[in-house]
């Protein structure tokens, strides 16, 4: 299994723009969670689903981030109008059940909003 | 979740034994303690998880008092490539999301 991939690796957009990351969970998982990363506030959890369905949207900084799992193979983060303080690394990972352990994560998206 | 404190930061030198250690007060009777390493760049990757007493993997062992309120991870003669960010979490199978603390960077010099 190539784990969960994650795409772009890095991007750079302008501040008002809409921003789309993409995640590829491992096949078989039933959970997916996305993770935002900062050097002031570390990994906050942003969102989570299960079977494709959100079940905790309470990390969502505001109504500009929304996510979507259309499909177990699929989920995207889109940030619409984009702005300098969502600047971050963002995480997905996947995990077959949930609790502490066998949580795969991808390599993340660098996002830079100028 | 119970909450967990550990330090901020460590420094250590190459070929010595690491000792990360965790608080957790309000462990419940059903958490497990569990340990994730973050390299730079990266997402954070398992490296351990214990329930009590010792439990130790190619990669580092875990001591756990019979309390459990607290835990030590523990890793043998690092190099420079230990170097990361260490983050403490405690939950059970119900726990339902990870959350993540502050973590504790360890810097290995040589």
């Known amino acids: 299994d190539a784990g969960v991939i994650q795409s772009p690796r890095h991007e750079v957009t302008e501040m008002g723009q809409e921003v789309t990351l993409r995640c590829k969970p491992i096949?078989?998982?039933?959970?997916l969670f996305w993770y935002r990363q900062t050097m002031m506030r570390g990994l906050e959890l942003l969102i989570y689903?299960?079977?494709?369905?959100?079940?905790?949207d309470s990390g969502m900084p505001e109504d500009r981030f929304s996510a979507k799992m259309p499909n177990a193979s699929f989920s995207t983060l889109k940030i619409q109008p984009s702005e300098p303080r969502d600047s971050a690394v963002y995480f997905c990972?996947?995990?077959f059940g949930t609790g502490t352990i066998g949580y795969t994560f991808g390599s993340g998206t660098r996002l830079t909003v100028v | 979740l119970a909450k967990t404190t550990q330090p901020i930061s460590m420094d250590s030198y190459e070929g010595q034994e690491v000792n990360i250690t965790c608080s957790h007060n309000?462990?419940?009777?059903?958490?497990?303690i569990t340990w994730y390493q973050q390299f730079p760049s990266q997402g954070p990757r398992f490296i351990i998880q214990?329930?009590?007493t010792k439990v130790t993997n190619e990669v580092a062992s875990l001591f756990i008092p019979a309390d459990r309120k607290s835990s030590t991870l523990s890793l043998p003669r690092v190099s420079l490539s230990d170097t990361a960010v260490y983050y403490c979490?405690?939950?059970?199978?119900?726990?339902?999301?990870?959350?993540f603390g502050q973590g504790t960077t360890l810097q290995v010099k040589p």
């Open positions: 990972a996947s995990s």
């Open positions: 096949s078989g998982h039933d959970y």
């Open positions: 689903f299960n079977n494709n369905v959100p079940i905790d």
């Open positions: 309000n462990i419940a009777t059903n958490d497990y």
């Open positions: 214990g329930y009590k």
């Open positions: 979490l405690v939950g059970s199978s119900n726990t339902g999301k990870l959350i």
